[in-house]
């Protein structure tokens, strides 16, 4: 693929942690195709994030194909952008490792997730959990992205990424671009939880209720729905606060069918919630069908996946080398040059 000197770089990753779910998709994956003809795109199935948690190594080979599935069937052009595995570029683990040299462990400590993440696997509190961040901000900075487009509960790791890149740049001069992130400005940026909407919805939920996968089929959609938890009023109102289950399901409704909030709460006034939960139910498993017919079809043809994946794999790699020699030549390390 042609690299555009006109185009601003754009960088975003989805960790092959679980079957990806309809948040991970409002949040950040249905943006990524929209941004595709404005930026020189590049998207990462990102497993070594993935193994900071425990996985089960089968499952993770076949999360990250069915991930790169996904991302096409998801409208991401692959002649269009740079599609690759984030293990397949060592570029990643080498700038993690500069980068952890001015990365310090109090402000690693403080970040949301992994405290969060530390709380939930305390049989498992590793080195690689606390430094997710740091190997977060080599992803972006590697290919010098000027845009990150992702969900709101990245948007502290990506200020440290803003962080690092000034820290380096001040102290070995000007040597990555400082990324800005792309957040949608809706609620869309943080799907909650179907079981409680006070937590995010998350992949590895341990409650299956929690969250609605791109994989699930109609009657799996529509069950989940149906057992989201609401309030005990029966008002369909967007009120986040007052609110938060059915303000979540508003916000699904909107995402999946393109109609405001406010059409939707028309739409449903003085009706009940069980036909409410039904209608959202109804619109993501209609949407969801022609995504997962394409993913199935791309997954039929794994000879064409790995294609890409190494397609993507060498532009990436080339591009994060040049990245990378600058930074190796700015610390100092001697090149025999
Ligand atoms: N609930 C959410 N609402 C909106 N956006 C979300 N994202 C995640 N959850 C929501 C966004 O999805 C992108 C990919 O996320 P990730 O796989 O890199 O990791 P994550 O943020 O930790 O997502 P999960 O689903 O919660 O994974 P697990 O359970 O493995 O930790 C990111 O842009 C994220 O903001």
Redesign the pocket.
Known sequence: MEESAAKKKLF???????S??I???????RNFAKLQDEYECIYAV?DL??IT?RQEAAQLRRNTLELMALFIACGINPEKCVLFVQSHVPAHCELTWVLNTIAYPGELSRMT?FKD?SAKHAENVNMGLMDYPVL?ASDILLYQAAL????????QHLELTRDLAIRFNNRYGATFTVPDGY??KDS??????LADPSK??????ENPNG?VTMSDDKDTVIRKFKRAVTDSDSVIRYAPEEKPGVSNLLTIYHAFTGKSIAEAEKEFEGKGYGDFKLAVGEAVADALAPIQAERAKLLADKAYLNGIMQRGAESAARMARRTLSKVYRKVGFYSGE
């Open positions: 975003s990753a989805v960790q092959p942690s679980g990806v779910t948040g991970n998709y409002i949040g950040a994956i990102a994030h993935a948690v997730q993440k977060m990150v487009p992702v969900g709101a509960d990245q948007k957040i949608p869309g940026a943080r799907v909650m939880s995010k919805m998350s992949k590895s939920d969250f």
